[in-house]
């Protein structure tokens, strides 16, 4: 086991430099082709043609009456292109969507693999077909001639993404666009499928018919966490495609009877994990730490407005104001208002006096800020929206806590060309105490 480790690392023997460079191009081109079909929602068109490629490599069988790598590719060619053509015209002639259209194809052309492959079996040459193989995947048989295929077909995909990117970029955001601005929607959209059949056909050997898809969908799927932009997303799942095929095809060289395509998937799906989980605009993780910021952020500003307002109300009550009439204010529980004092005393924005609170010199021009941009907001709904005042601080709370600051300023701008801003700090259009957000 570690002789063939060190071997394998060090990419001594011939056979593994081969096939980790064929199953890496491959991975590449898997990543970028299937990053369009992503976005184009064509995410299962892959495994459509994956396995209407199938019944192609039985025809090609039963032609020859024997084993024959370029046969069986031309063969899974031939009836993946025509999966193709059968979705796109189910789509563009009948009344069937695109999805029954995709199932439609799949189950049919798998079921008549099926068959085929029975049949195949029970000749008495039928074990020397090697159908396993491109049913699950089998990529150290690969030579050096399955390699420079690999490596001129996703060199002519690369290619072709890169010439047509500005085409297929807008074909997978706004397709209508492009057809109204006269360019070949429908051919554009033929070339994408295309692309994604000649990758798929290609990837038969090494991850198999079952499992090609998942090549395709899963490091684009793992690339869409890190970035918004089409560019940086291509060469994430590129990267991510690769290094899941390297891999994969690493621990199917290690370890006895292990197929390559579950392996990879394995190691794809792993990349998938770690993108859902850490990715720092997108992750799962990122998105709960946001989300907890926000909510002290509001139930911070939120203490601040209530004390600020109760003060403001009543000048002869003082600046302190008592637990209970901060309870009455807003509807949150007496744990929820006591933790929020809590933490607004320790960022120093709030003092305590037994069971009264008031604001200390910082917490009351950040609370004036907060009333300030509640206020002008509310004012704007009353003005623009027609919402009663008596309704207004609802709708504003709900999206105050998210203003920023230039939507602030143009809001200022607006409401003062309109002679509706009243100095530094307007007064609230509706009575402060009893009123829930």
């Known amino acids: 086991m570690n002789d063939d480790l060190i071997r394998l690392l060090t990419l001594r023997d011939e056979n593994s430099r081969v096939v980790l460079m064929g199953a890496g191009l491959l991975g590449l081109a898997s990543g970028v082709v299937g990053s369009m079909a992503v976005l184009r929602r064509r995410a299962l068109l892959g495994d459509a043609l994956a396995h209407a490629a199938l019944p192609g490599l039985c025809v090609a069988y039963l032609l020859l ?162 970035t918004d932009r089409l560019s940086i997303m291509l060469v994430i799942a590129g990267l991510f495609g690769m290094l899941s095929a390297l891999f994969g095809t690493a621990a199917s060289a290690l370890v006895a009877k292990l197929p390559a395509g579950p392996a990879v998937v394995l190691i794809a799906t792993g990349c998938f994990v770690v993108s859902l989980l850490l990715a720092p605009r997108r992750g799962l993780i990122a998105d709960a730490l946001r989300r907890l910021r926000l909510s002290r952020c509001v139930g911070r500003q939120n203490v601040l407005r209530a004390i600020f307002e109760l003060t403001e109300s009543d000048a002869s009550a003082g600046a302190w104001q008592p637990f209970d009439r901060l309870l009455r204010v807003r509807t949150w529980s007496s744990s929820a208002l006591d933790r929020e004092l809590k933490r607004a005393m320790g960022a120093g924005l709030v003092r305590e006096d037994g069971d009264r609170y008031s604001l200390t010199e910082r917490g009351a021009a950040e609370a004036a800020r907060v009333v300030r941009a509640h206020r002008l907001w509310e004012m704007y709904l009353i003005a623009h929206a027609d919402i009663a005042p008596d309704h207004v601080d609802r709708d504003a709370d709900q999206i105050e806590h998210v203003l920023p600051a230039d939507l602030i300023s143009r809001l200022e701008e607006r409401l003062r060309a309109q002679g509706r801003l009243p100095g530094d700090l307007p007064s609230s259009p509706h009575a402060i105490e009893g009123t829930s957000p």
């Open 65 to 226: 009456g024997d084993k024959n790598a370029s046969a069986f590719l031309l063969g899974a060619l031939v009836f993946g292109t025509l999966g193709v053509l059968v979705i796109s015209f189910l789509r563009h002639h009948t009344r069937i969507k695109e999805d029954a259209a995709i199932g439609l194809v799949l189950s049919t052309f798998f079921g008549l693999g099926i068959v085929l492959s029975r049949i195949i079996q029970n000749q008495p040459s039928g074990n020397r077909a090697g159908l396993d193989g491109f049913l699950y995947g089998k990529a150290a048989a690969m030579v050096r001639q399955d390699v420079l295929l690999i490596a001129a077909v996703a060199g002519t995909i690369l290619l072709v993404v890169t010439a047509l990117y500005k085409e297929f970029r807008l074909l997978c955001f706004d397709r209508d666009f492009a057809g109204t601005q006269g360019w070949p929607v429908k051919r554009l959209d033929i070339g994408l499928m295309g692309l994604l059949c000649v990758c798929t056909v290609i990837g038969l050997p090494a991850v198999g018919v079952v499992l090609m898809a998942a090549l395709l969908i899963i490091p684009a799927a793992a690339a869409r966490f890190w």
